[in-house]
């Protein structure tokens, strides 16, 4: 199956969902999102990284500097309490979006 | 590397960079790892790396854009939150000690309202422009006379219409006449007839000042000419409303000034007091017709303002006019002296006198504010010694030091804000006090104000001085801090802050010295003014000020005006009456020209001039004048005889020198016509009066009788039995029981008139006076403090030495000779600066010089004797030390 196109505004709430549970640095994030999706997802890497910086600055992020496992430096970002309420917000709005789209892609035609 | 560990507050933009540049190296290399475990071979898979990443320099540029915008954001928060945490933590601080913060707020509202109050002054005064559109473009302008040494003469009429009519490059130039008390006109018709304050104004006058009409419309040019329809008036905004309470419907109807009518036409706007705020009509000059002041050139009497072009200079405007000038004495030989002209930026020209007062004021006033910033700063030294501990677990518990600075920084600005505040309720207060013990003394009174440039200025002030008093000993604080160690903190800095709070006392005592000198180089100056001998005894002396009306009484004015004297001779309680045209301190007279015995004009020479008073009989004798020969003039010498005169001493001295002038003749305004002037002569020698001021010696002066030469505007000076003021009443009634329609400008007593004169002496004096003893107190108080505090410290010391036999006295002038040292210090730098500082204020000193050694040597002994008292008590104290409890302590 050919990979899909990210629909433009959905990147950052799935890398908010990445960073839901716990703290992650930039490439586990990517690596994250081709699991959960399997490799379904269209996604530039470099795109991964700006939507991280588009939302630290807007404090829907915040970074810092730790060690990795095998003793790197890497850039660790964790979600802020806004980007919480941001999630939430967004996941419900999408819901809501893709359901109303998929009933009025899959309804029936009406007779005039 | 290690950087990266902790989060600096400050990345700079290379940092930015360089994370950039580590994050998405990072996954590069992680990514190309994983592809290798994979089993792709290493170059395969980091293409394989880049390739999935996408666009690596683009994404490198829009991250670290993001990356610096985020990174400036987070500053100014961090900033703001360690604003916050510092300013609860200075409020905590402050409100924990009382006694200390309030002290150091009164010592700085006092310091910080004082200014305030004297810069409000000077900004209204001086700083604010003129109510005048583009008022920088404006001038005055003097007519000059090289040879005479009058570089600033009034200007005739004739010669300003010819400067209007030939000036190429000046927008604009207009004259006008106005004096104080003289130049009026009586409004009858309406209430009570009244003398109002006129000013009369030449074409080109509000055309110059570019200032409309509030209502209304201002005169034409044909409404300012003879021969136009000048009977015309505009109302000056003050009259307007006390007159006619605001009412437009003034405007256009026809009121009666001098017994004609006038029109108005127009009213000028609120605030446009020029030449004076006490102006009630402006009139056009060419209603003054050649029998009340002749136009012809030598009759000097307008003044001028011009207007430059934008962009003109004030030597391109003078260098025009001087042509013009120049030209003109070579067509008119009653002009070929005055080839010159003297312009003045009109601002410097109204504010000139008072300029040298107010920048002294400023410069002491700034003083007393940097005394008050020491004596806080050694408050806060000797507090951060108190302190130290809490600074030192501060940085204990990782506070940097610049952190610590701040902190102790954001403590003294919210102290020096809190006086700010303060402040600017004592400078409200000042201004009140200073506008009211100027009595008028300052021009543009009106202007002054708490605005917010002078809020501003508080503010600056107060920034300023939080600083001035709040760096040194934030930064002796926080090195104590990372110096010492928990414990010993406390010794390790007690000597440099003891140093430092030495040099803060001598710096005071410096301060205290400048300004207390200048304090007494005004008090002298004043006493000198106080000792002057005005030539006459202003006691149970009192003016009534009127003008004879020519128009009701055409012919027989002189007549009046001593059947007036007569009467007013004849009340109960008066002792004598004179009548002068103006009284001392009330007009200067007029200038005319004379010839000494035996003088003949030669051509293209203008004859000497001197001061010419009009005075009646028994004028000297009413005012208690000297006459030192001869005598004064009688009633019986009247009209018709030979023209008799009396000269001051000034004249006798100048042109009798060694003789007795009494007996001679000299000829009275001879001209290069006639050649001889008419004989006049001299019957008595009157000692010098002051006229103008009385810090003015008296200039050679010929006193006329007003019977001979009369003039109609009539100050009737007399001297009563009792107190004058309640004879007031009586006089006035006096004067209507001779003509009951006589407006009368003013009763004033000479005590009232000569104390005005001293106004503005007396301002100076009492501002300077207080400011010298704050600067004498705050001094007293630093040497106090920096005495008692090392008394405190030493108690120990003092405490070995009780003990080992040293006698109480030895203590004490351990102490004592250790403050008068400071002291001598002090002086020594302050006596220094004082004598280069106080040369600035000669202008205002009278009988005094700047570097008069008496005030000097006073002044050091004053300080002397104020350190040693303030010394004293301290000592005192440690000569009181009970060994066994000093030793027993700490």
């Known amino acids: 199956m050919a990979s899909l196109p990210v629909v433009k505004g959905t990147l950052d709430v799935l890398v908010l969902r990445a960073l839901q549970w716990a703290p992650m640095h930039g490439f586990e994030i990517t690596s994250w999102l081709e699991e959960r999706s399997a490799n379904a997802l269209e996604v530039e890497d470099s795109a991964v990284y700006q939507a991280l910086y588009r939302m630290e600055e807007r404090e829907l992020i915040a970074a810092e500097w730790g060690v990795t496992e095998n003793q790197r430096q890497a850039r660790y970002y964790k979600i802020t309490p806004q980007g919480r309420a941001h999630l939430k917000a967004q996941t419900a709005q999408w819901l809501r979006y893709s359901e109303t789209v998929t009933t009025i892609l899959t309804a029936a035609p009406k007779s005039a | 590397m290690k950087r990266r560990l902790f989060k600096f507050p400050w990345r700079t933009a290379r940092d930015i960079r360089a994370d950039v540049d580590d994050e998405l190296r990072f996954h590069i290399e992680e990514r190309t790892r994983e592809l290798e475990a994979a089993g792709a071979a290493p170059d395969a898979a980091r293409a394989a790396a880049l390739r999935e990443f996408g666009d690596v320099d683009d994404a490198r540029r829009y991250i670290t854009d993001l990356d610096r915008g985020t990174e400036s954001h987070t500053r100014r928060k961090d900033y703001f939150g360690e604003l916050r945490q510092d300013l609860t933590y200075a409020l905590r601080k402050l409100k924990s000690s009382p006694a200390f913060t309030i002290t150091a707020i009164v010592t700085l509202a006092l310091g910080i309202g004082a200014n305030a109050a004297i810069f409000s002054v000077v900004n209204g005064v001086l700083l604010r422009q003129l109510p005048f559109p583009h008022a920088e473009q404006l001038l005055k302008v003097y007519s000059a006379n090289r040879t005479a040494g009058n570089l600033h003469a009034s200007v005739s009429p004739l010669d300003l219409d010819d400067w209007r009519a030939q000036r190429t490059a000046l927008t604009d130039i207009g004259g006008f006449w106005y004096s104080d008390g003289q130049s009026g006109i009586d409004l009858t018709g309406d209430g009570d007839p009244q003398r109002l304050s006129a000013v009369y104004v030449t074409p080109g006058f509000f055309t110059t000042l570019a200032v409309g009409a509030t209502e209304g419309r201002l005169p034409r040019e044909d409404e300012l000419v003879r021969g136009g329809n000048d009977k015309v008036v505009v109302l000056s905004y003050g009259f307007w409303q006390r007159q006619y309470g605001s009412s437009r419907s003034v405007i256009g109807t026809h009121i009666t000034l001098a017994d004609a009518p006038y029109q108005v036409i127009g009213v000028m706007p609120r605030g446009f007091e020029y030449p004076s705020e006490r102006v009630d009509v402006y009139l056009p000059y060419s209603t003054i017709t ?149 009595a008028g003394q300052l021009p543009r009174g009106s202007d002054v104000h708490i605005d917010g440039a002078v809020l501003l200025f508080a503010l600056a002030l107060s920034l300023v001085t939080g600083l001035l008093f709040g760096v040194v000993p934030a930064i002796q604080a926080s090195r104590g801090a990372l110096q010492g160690t928990l414990r010993e903190a406390g010794r390790g800095v007690a000597g440099g802050a003891r140093r430092l709070r030495s040099a803060l006392v001598i710096a005071e005592v410096a301060l205290a010295v400048v300004l207390v000198v200048g304090a007494g180089l005004m008090t002298r100056s004043f006493m000198e003014l106080m000792k002057v001998d005005p030539g006459f005894r202003p006691d149970h002396l009192i003016a009534v000020n009127f003008t004879i009306s020519t128009t009701r009484r055409p012919k027989d004015w002189q007549q009046y005006y001593h059947a007036v004297i007569d009467r007013l001779r004849a009340v109960p309680g008066v002792n004598s009456v004179g009548a002068t045209k103006d009284a001392p301190f009330r007009g200067n007279g007029e200038r005319d020209s004379f010839g000494p015995p035996g003088y003949v004009v030669k051509a293209g020479e203008d004859p000497p001039t001197a001061r010419t008073m009009h005075v009646s009989d028994g004028y ?271």
């Not at chain 2, 391109?316 to 030989?333: G, V």
């Not at chain 2, 000139?352 to 030294?381: D, Q, Y």
């Not at chain 2, 005030?855 to 010394?871: K, N, R």
């Open chain 2, 290 to 438: 050649d029998d009340m002041i002749p136009r012809i050139r030598p009759v000097r009497i307008l003044d001028a303002v011009a207007r430059m072009r934008p962009g003109m200079s004030v030597a391109a405007a003078n260098a025009e006019l001087n042509t013009i000038a120049a030209r003109l004495a070579a067509q008119y030989p009653v002009d070929a002296a005055w080839g010159e002209t003297t312009v003045v930026p009109l601002r410097d020209d109204i504010t000139g006198n008072v300029r040298t007062a107010l920048l002294v004021l400023l410069g002491a006033v700034a003083f007393v504010l940097v005394m008050g910033c020491v004596n806080v700063a050694s408050l806060l030294l000797a507090r951060s010694s108190v302190r130290e501990r809490e600074i030192a677990v501060r940085a204990a518990l990782g506070a940097g030091r610049g952190r610590i600075i701040r902190q102790l920084l954001t403590e003294s600005i919210v102290l020096a804000l809190a006086g700010g505040v303060a402040g600017i309720v004592v400078a409200r207060a000042g201004v009140g006090a200073l506008l009211a013990l100027s």
């Open chain 2, 620 to 890: 000297f004798q009413t005012i208690g004048a000297r006459i030192i020969g001869g005598r004064e003039f009688a009633a019986t010498d009247r009209a018709g005889g030979p023209n008799l005169i009396l000269v001051n001493e000034a004249f006798a001295k100048r042109w009798f020198p060694g003789q007795n002038a009494v007996g001679r003749s000299i000829e009275m305004a001879p001209t290069a016509i006639a050649g001889k002037g008419a004989p006049a002569q001299i019957i008595g020698v009157v000692g010098d009066i002051r006229q103008t001021a009385m810090d003015e010696a008296a200039r050679e002066t010929i006193y006329e009788n007003n019977m001979y030469n009369g003039r109609v505007k009539v100050a009737l000076v007399a001297r009563t039995a009792g107190e004058p003021l309640a004879m007031a009443r009586k006089l006035r009634e006096a004067i209507w029981s001779v003509d009951k329609e006589q407006p009368i400008t003013s009763i004033e007593t000479f005590d009232d008139v000569v104390s005005g004169s001293m106004a503005r002496p007396r301002l100076l004096t009492v501002l300077l006076g207080s400011f010298g003893a704050l600067g004498l107190i705050l001094g007293a108080l630093g040497i106090y403090g920096v005495l008692a505090y090392l008394v405190n410290e030493r108690q120990r010391e003092i405490g070995v030495r009780i003990a080992l036999g040293a006698p109480a006295s030895s203590v004490l002038w351990m102490f004592v000779g250790r403050g008068l040292a400071l002291t001598a210090a002090g002086l020594a730098i302050g006596l220094g600066g004082a004598l280069m500082l106080t040369r600035l204020m000669s202008g205002v000193l009278y009988g005094v010089k700047a570097t008069d050694p008496l005030t000097f040597a006073g002044v050091g002994a004053i300080l002397l004797a104020v350190a040693a008292l303030a010394s004293w008590l301290p000592a005192r104290r440690a000569a009181h030390v009970d060994p066994v409890v000093a030793l027993r302590s700490d």
